[in-house]
């Protein structure tokens, strides 16, 4: 399985291609490094991405991440919440079905963070979880990178 990592403001990430599609983005940095045309072009599509994320709109690739049926369903609603914006795990769960722990669940299990956008998504009364090497710090900080304003008053788990 190809892989190809990249420095990003979060550390060492690394992209895996299986068919070509997207299949995994990992922390850290990858052991063996092929730059085939899709890891190329998803590498400098982030590298630009973390410079500016509003001007990058939705990821133009293919993405075929390993789950569920429920779970593939979750990480589909997940791409369609636009830059800048969030959700909740239980308004998530209203439109796709579900409560909001198996939303919460899902989400945390998503293999291709930041792609697929589940830092977006809050709980009610906080910021959630994240997945991430850096767990909660990293989600503000791609939050915040992309122009989320978090209240002062929401509490933040970190």
């Known amino acids: 399985m190809p892989q190809l990592s990249l420095h ?3 550390g060492p990430l690394t992209l ?3 068919d070509g599609k997207i299949i995994s983005l990992d922390w850290g940095w990858g052991r063996d490094q092929t730059e085939t ?3 190329t072009q ?3 599509w982030l590298d630009q991405w973390f410079d500016d994320p509003t001007a990058q709109g939705a990821f133009p690739f293919p993405l075929e991440p390993y789950g ?3 779970q593939k369903k979750i990480w589909a609603f997940l791409q369609g919440i636009p830059t800048g914006t969030t959700t909740t795990y239980g308004e998530l769960a209203q439109k796709v079905g579900g409560s909001p722990q198996s939303v919460g669940q899902a989400v945390g299990r998503n293999p291709i963070p930041i792609l697929i956008p589940c830092h977006r998504v809050l ?3 906080g910021i959630g979880g ?3 090497d850096g767990g909660v710090d990293d989600k503000i900080w791609l939050l915040e990178l992309e ?5 002062p008053q929401q509490p933040q788990e970190r």
């Not at 122009?147 to 209240?151: A, I, K, N, P, T």
């Open 8 to 10: 990003s403001p979060l």
């Open 16 to 18: 895996s291609e299986e």
């Open 37 to 39: 045309p899709l890891l």
């Open 42 to 44: 998803a590498r400098d």
């Open 68 to 70: 569920t049926a429920y």
């Open 123 to 125: 709980a009610r009364n």
């Open 130 to 132: 994240y997945s991430g």
């Open 147 to 151: 122009g989320v304003q978090l209240s």
